[in-house]
């Protein structure tokens, strides 16, 4: 039973067990590495969006929130100044005051407000007899007189605009050399006595020095992405990380000087002292901002605060990046996991596989394993095992018709023998100048035929010769082919007409033929030495006489019944003679109906075209059978073919070759040879 199948047929890679890159549990785990791997890549993505989206929102509302908050502080610290300077001018514009009242009520203002370093007030006399007052009080102690000093306040132009206008006002940042170098910033207010349409008297002005503003956003400045910038009233650059406030440049020539036009729309905020939020790219840098711009209350002074988004985006890109890993080593640990698990759910699998593999290989010794258990894998079992036993069922059953079918061919060689034994050879019967050749072929469709042919030599001048065609094929046709060849042979003993031997055999086949089987004969007999010849046709097809001119004809003969259906007695005969030369051609239905690959038949209307004049019988026979042959090509036979001829010659010279000779000459020089 091993070996059954060929090793051939089998692929070597089902063989044995799958090889562990192509195994079933490498494939669940990359299959489910794979899935986790596309859940982290949509965890990330997905959290990328939501994180960008949450961060830059809180940034913003971050960024925004610091700016109104040190925008608050700024404004509170000026408005101190601003309360301080407007107590000032109350209480200087309703009382009269003295030199030394004025100068101690300005110091202590000075004193009592946080971060003022000195004050200045500049009061003009009522009368031609009142003398001005213009002290400077700071609170170092250093005061001055710019009375006694003779300096020209009066034309400077911080005095003038400040007796001119109509309220309090912040001076752009300036440094302040009196008081040490120091950049400072003043609040001045011009000073008018109270009611409407009252004339100013002069002013009063107090110094805060900017750095008291800048250190209170000082450290929002230094943090890592942000940039804060003050904004002094009139659009100096009081803070700015890249101007210092040294070189005195506007906000608008900062923007033209560098090229930071995406600030266009914060210095215009600036401008109209309108708070703004904005997100840009830095005309320069290419970096990304958000921007906000927070007026410091009624001052005039403008705080903007810039955070960085790339700041933001690194900070988060290094959180998605750890959720990446942490994601990645979950993926490969499930993936482990998986396989794991894989490993003994498939080991049921590759069971079955390596049993499928021992049955693909011939091996059906083995039973299938799991045949117990209740899952698919159960199931799988039972079918594959339901699969092996009827596979060597019927590799048995096989075997038994292989050793049926040998007998069966050997028995059918051995009656191909002895049916080919029960076929007369050719032969050639001489008469004196009188020479009578005889041949025929069979070739039957299979083992075993249903064609026949006989030749019956029954007296020293006469041979009989008959040809025929069972209607079946195969054991049955030659079993009633033997039949019928016996009961012509001894018809033809018996009787000395065609058309009576053809009734005797008739009588004889009707016998037991309970098969029905019947077979069409040709028969007839020719005289050696005259060429008489006699025919007769049991539904068998008219013989063809070919002269040796080369002229040919079918024989006028009707047929008669086939033999083996009923008895017949009326097998017209036809009497001529055989000229000398002549053939006389007789085949079965296998010449006349072989097909070619178009399924066109050769027919009785070829036949002449492949005949010969003056060819011998055998050559007519090989030459015919040969042209239905070629003609066929590539066709299967369909049906036996039998061939038979009887070609009738007088030597040379013979004077009256057709006169018959005498019976003691005939029977002296009757000779037969066999072909």
């Known amino acids: 039973m091993r070996n059954a199948v060929p090793s051939s047929v089998v692929p070597e890679d089902v063989a044995g067990a799958a090889h562990w890159r192509s195994s079933l549990r490498t494939r669940i785990a990359l299959w489910a590495g794979l899935v986790n791997v ?6 990330v993505l997905g959290t990328a969006w939501f994180a960008r989206r949450l961060i830059l929102d809180d940034a913003r509302r971050d960024t925004h929130a610091t700016a109104q908050e040190a925008a608050q502080r700024l404004d509170n610290a000026l408005h101190v100044v601003t309360i301080t300077t407007h107590g000032i001018s109350d209480l200087v514009g309703n009382a009269q005051l003295s030199p030394d009242e004025l100068t101690t009520t300005l110091r202590a203002m000075v004193n009592a407000t946080p971060g003022c370093v000195g004050g200045l007030l500049i009061l003009e006399p009522r009368t031609r007899d009142d ?9 170092n102690g250093r005061d001055r007189d710019f009375v006694a000093d003779g300096y020209p306040f009066r034309d400077q132009g911080w005095y003038q605009r400040t007796v001119a206008s109509p309220g309090g006002w912040w001076s752009e940042p300036y440094l302040n050399r009196t ?34 503003l800048t250190d209170l956003v000082d450290a929002l400045a230094h943090l890592p992405g942000w940039r804060v910038t003050l904004v002094a009233p009139a659009g100096t650059l009081a803070l700015n990380p890249e101007v210092g406030v040294a070189q005195l440049e506007t906000l608008d020539e900062y923007i033209q000087r560098v090229g930071r036009t995406d600030l266009h729309e914060a210095a215009q905020a600036v401008r109209v002292r309108q708070p703004l939020q904005y997100a840009h790219v830095d005309a320069v840098s290419g970096e990304r901002r958000y921007t906000v711009v927070e007026p410091v209350g009624g001052s005039g002074w403008t705080l903007l605060v810039a955070q960085s988004y790339e700041l933001i985006m690194a900070r988060l890109t290094e959180a998605l990046w750890m959720l990446a890993a942490v994601g990645a080593l979950l993926a490969l640990l499930c993936m482990l996991v998986v396989r794991k698990l894989a490993r003994h759910i498939s080991q049921p699998v590759e069971g079955l596989s390596s049993s499928a ?37 019927q590799l048995s059953e096989i075997e038994d018709m292989t050793a049926a079918r040998q007998k069966l061919e050997s028995e059918l060689s051995i009656a191909r023998e002895i049916q080919q034994a029960m076929l007369p050879p050719g032969r050639v019967i001489d008469r004196e100048h009188a020479h009578l050749e005889a041949y025929a072929r069979l070739e039957p469709a299979k083992a075993v035929g249903g064609d026949f042919y006989c030749f019956i030599e029954t007296d020293a001048d006469g041979l009989w010769f008959a040809i025929g065609d069972v209607s079946d094929k195969g054991v049955p046709a030659a079993l009633f082919m033997a039949r019928t060849v016996t009961v012509l042979e001894v018809a033809a003993s018996t009787h000395a007409s065609p058309e009576r031997v053809l009734a005797e055999a008739s009588r004889r086949l009707v016998q037991g033929n309970d098969a029905c089987m019947f077979a069409t004969v040709l028969c007839g007999r020719v005289d050696v030495r005259s060429g008489a010849c006699v025919l007769a ?92 042959h070629a003609f066929t090509g590539a066709a299967p ?12 010659r007088l030597d040379s010279g013979t004077a009256s070759s057709e006169a018959p000779p005498s019976q003691e000459a005939l029977h002296a020089d009757a000779t037969v040879h066999s072909t």
């Not at 003398?131 to 609170?139: E, T, W």
């Not at 011939?362 to 039973?367: C, E, F, K, L, T």
């Not at 080369?550 to 017949?568: A, D, I, N, S, T």
């Open 38 to 43: 596309v859940l982290v890549l949509l965890l």
């Open 179 to 212: 008081a040490g170098g120091v950049w400072m910033v003043t609040y001045n207010m011009p000073l008018r006595e109270p009611g409407r349409g009252a004339r100013t008297r002069g002013m009063v002005s107090l110094d805060l020095p900017l750095a008291n």
């Open 537 to 628: 046709s049991a539904g068998h097809d008219a013989p063809l006489m070919l002269l040796a001119d080369g002229r040919h004809e079918e024989l006028p003969l009707q047929p008669g019944p086939p033999l083996g259906f009923e008895v017949g007695d009326a097998f017209p005969l036809w009497s001529g003679q055989l000229p000398a030369g002549a053939t006389l051609l007789a085949w079965t239905d296998g010449i006349t109906e072989a097909f070619d690959a178009a399924n066109q038949a050769f027919g009785v209307e070829r036949i002449p075209d492949a005949l010969l004049p003056g060819a011998t019988a055998r050559d007519q026979c090989e030459g015919l059978i040969s042209q239905v």
């Open 131 to 139: 003398a001005p007052f213009a002290r400077y009080v700071a609170g």
């Open 357 to 393: 593999a021992r049955l693909a290989q011939g091996d059906y010794s083995a039973p299938v394993p799991f045949l117990q258990r209740r899952d698919e894998v159960g199931q799988m079992a039972r079918t594959l095992e339901h699969a092996r036993g009827s596979i060597r069922q």
């Open 637 to 648: 036979q369909s049906d036996d073919i039998t061939v038979l001829a009887i070609r009738r």
